[in-house]
Structures are given as structure tokens and as C-alpha cells.
């Protein structure tokens, strides 16, 4: 008889075929883990729809992105682990939260960036908020990516596994050259002190360092994204940059734009 490792082995190679991203399968191998252990000492093959439909019913989600990712991976365990047809679970996702980006006033980043002294750490936070590309596409760039020529950065394998340009600005990459030049990078443009490429926890802690403790990486992707609007760039084209999948995407940061908003005429 099949045992928990047995399921766990199953679904990881099938994330594995299906060219899962590393940490979609590290999430969903995580959760389907830990609903394994929690439903023990059932053999997963005895596991019923009830069984599954208590465990989703019973869970304390912290939050509406758990709860989206727990439910993906027991759906997955279900469907392609245990081969089981879910239409007697209930899969039903929550309703998302509307909320707002924040944003990083323009004039502040760019205050704080400029007393950097250290170069490695003013490169990733400045390259973060020029191009706003994620921390994982900033990690997983390497020398080759950079096109001085066509003036531009390769992003390969980004979110959803796909492949796109961004902008080089003519100061960011005077200022990677001027890092290159310190640190001698070999293969990853950010390696890190004894791996082969910086980690996102690094990034967020520099970010926290230099330009507030209330704030994380990814809020230079919408800061980004923010001044690039007020700049008058094309919301089409600001997707394309971004990577998003829909321009439904890109349009949020119609509602934290401060010009735009400045543009409409009160009633009083």
C-alpha cells in the first residue's frame, strides 16, 4: 500500500513535469505535507471528499493569498496525486481584497538613493526602481542579459515563465558598470557572499535600510510603475514593462497616481 512519501514523491515529480516555477513547488509541496500529516493515520488513498472538504473548512487561514495557495495544493494532490475527479469538493475561491498599492513618493526614493555609498546596494535598489521588474527577475539576471548596445536588460523567465525587455537607462548603467568594475560579478549580475546569486530576503533588508523600515522591494515595482504614468508612458506600455498578464492589472495604478488626480476639476 501506497504511503504519505509515496503521494509526496508523486505530486513533486508531476510539479516538476508540468514546469512548475521552484517556488510554486516549494509552496504546494509544503501544504500538501502538511495536509498528509494532518490527516494521518488515513492512507491517502482512503481519503475521502469529506475528508478534504473538513480540512479546507477547518483551516485558520492568515490571509486571502494562503488560502488561494492551500486550496491550489490540495486541489493538486487531489486531482493528480490521489486521481481523484474534485466535483464533490468544493473549491471555491475567496473574493480578493481591492486593495491600493503604496507607493514611495518620487522625490524622497530618489533622495535616499542618492546617499548610498555602498555600490552594490545602491545598484539593486536603483535598477529595482527604474525598470520595476519583481526581486526574482532583479536576481536571476545575469551579465549576459545586459545589452549596453540596444540599451536594454534581457528579463528571462519571468513570472509565468516568460521572457521580455525592459528599458536601460544611460545612469543605471554607468552606475552597473561602475559596480562591476568593484565587485567583478562572474555569472549572476548580484551574487552573493558565498551563493551564486543574491537572496530577496538581502534585498528587502537593503530597502528597509536605506529608504525606510516600513517599506519592501516590491514597493519600488509600484513606484516605478506610478512615476512612469504621471511621465505620460502608455498604460499599454507600462504593462508590457511590467509583465502583466492583463492591462486590468496595470490600470490600479490609475488610483494612486497623485497628477492624475490633480487633473480633475473639484465641484467645490
Keep these: 500500500m501506497m504511503v504519505k ?17 521552484e ?3 516549494r509552496i504546494y509541496l509544503f501544504y500538501i505535507s502538511e495536509f498528509l500529516d494532518e ?27 494562503q488560502q488561494n495557495q492551500i486550496i491550489n495544493a490540495i486541489q493538486f494532490l487531489y486531482k493528480y496525486g490521489l486521481e481523484k475527479v474534485y466535483d464533490k469538493v468544493s473549491f471555491e475561491r475567496p473574493r480578493s481584497e481591492k486593495k491600493l498599492p503604496r507607493i514611495i513618493e518620487k522625490d524622497f526614493l530618489l533622495k535616499q538613493i542618492d546617499k548610498i555609498s555602498n555600490i552594490k546596494h545602491k545598484a539593486i535598489i536603483s ?13 536571476n539576471i545575469k551579465i549576459t542579459d545586459i545589452d549596453s548596445k540596444r540599451m536594454i536588460i534581457n528579463i528571462v523567465n519571468g513570472k509565468g515563465r516568460k521572457d521580455r525587455i525592459v528599458p536601460l537607462s544611460q545612469k543605471i548603467l554607468e552606475l552597473l558598470r561602475t ?29 528597509k535600510k536605506y529608504i525606510g523600515h516600513e517599506y519592501h522591494f516590491h514597493l519600488l515595482r509600484h513606484s516605478c510603475a506610478t ?6 508612458v502608455d498604460l499599454r506600455i507600462i504593462q508590457m514593462l ?23 476639476n473639484l465641484p467645490i
Design 39 to 65: 490527516t494521518s493515520p488515513i492512507y491517502p488513498s482512503r481519503l475521502t471528499s469529506n475528508d478534504f472538504q473538513n480540512y479546507l473548512n477547518d483551516y485558520d487561514f492568515s490571509s486571502i493569498s
Design 227 to 232: 512615476a512612469l504614468l504621471e511621465f505620460g
Design 242 to 264: 511590467l509583465g502583466h498578464a492583463s492591462i486590468k492589472t496595470t490600470e490600479i495604478y490609475t488610483h494612486v497616481s497623485i497628477n492624475l488626480l490633480n487633473q480633475i
Design 127 to 139: 535598477l529595482g526602481y527604474s525598470t520595476g521588474i519583481r526581486v526574482s527577475e532583479l536576481l
Design 179 to 207: 559596480y562591476f568594475r568593484q565587485h567583478k560579478p562572474k555569472i549572476n549580475l548580484f551574487n552573493g557572499v558565498e551563493l551564486p546569486k543574491y537572496s530577496k530576503t538581502s534585498c528587502n533588508a537593503i530597502v
Design 5 to 21: 512519501t509515496d503521494y509526496y514523491e508523486i505530486c513533486k515529480q508531476k510539479l516538476k513535469y508540468l514546469n512548475y516555477s
Design 23 to 25: 517556488n510554486t513547488n
